[in-house]
C-alpha cells in the first residue's frame, strides 16, 4: 500500500494530501530512510511522521484497503510520541 494512503486509511493523517504533502517536505521515513507519498508500506515496518512539533512512530500491523474508524488503530501500534523543538 503507498504511504500516503495507509496514513490516510490508518487516521493518523486527516486527509491523503496532507500525507502527500509531508512526506514531499521529507518529514516522513520509513524504517529510518526519508520517504515519498509513493513509498510501499509493509506489515512491520516503522514509520516516523514530523508534524507540527510532534514527532510519531508507529509501527505498522497491519496493511487494509479499507477499515472502519473504530477499526483504524489496529492497522498499527504506537512505539514512540514526543515533543521536538523546532530548528
Not at 509531508?22 to 512491520?44: C, M, T
Not at 477499515?67 to 501500534?77: D, F, G, I, L, P
Amino acid at each position: 500500500m503507498r504511504l500516503d494512503k495507509y496514513l490516510k486509511v490508518a487516521r493518523i493523517l486527516k486527509r491523503r494530501t496532507v500525507s502527500k504533502d509531508l512526506a514531499d517536505h521529507q518529514r516522513v521515513q520509513i524504517n529510518g530512510r526519508i520517504a515519498k507519498p509513493s513509498s510501499e508500506v509493509r506489515e512491520g515496518d516503522l514509520i516516523t511522521v514530523i508534524f507540527g512539533q510532534r514527532q510519531l512512530t508507529v509501527r505498522v500491523t497491519q496493511t487494509a484497503q479499507a477499515v472502519r474508524k473504530e477499526n483504524a488503530a489496529s492497522m498499527y501500534e504506537v512505539v514512540e510520541e514526543k515533543r521536538i523543538e523546532l530548528e
